[in-house]
């Protein structure tokens, strides 16, 4: 964390394999976390409820090929947290 608060994460693919263990490990430091997945809801509904710090992290569904779709992601988190540390 810093003097502005903890970090903000953003991380596509953020909810298995290698992203969800970056997902994690962020989350741990208290880094607030929004794991990005595209299609499988009821695997990143998992990830989130399981996640060593289940507070801090959040779901969304994205297709990062749709270029409108990650325009609003990132406006949605902007809004949310205020700004983004990580992507």
Do not use: K, W
């Amino acid at each position: 964390m810093n003097d502005d608060g903890p970090r903000v994460a953003v991380i596509t693919g953020g909810t298995r394999g290698l992203g969800a263990a970056i997902s994690t490990r962020l989350a741990a430091e208290g880094a607030l976390i929004v794991a990005g997945y595209r299609a499988d809801g009821a695997s990143a509904e998992r990830f989130e409820a399981q996640s060593v710090a289940p507070e801090r992290v959040t779901t969304y569904q994205i297709d990062v090929g749709d270029s409108g779709m990650c325009h609003h992601f990132i406006s949605e988190v902007i809004a949310a947290h205020g700004r983004i540390d990580y992507l």
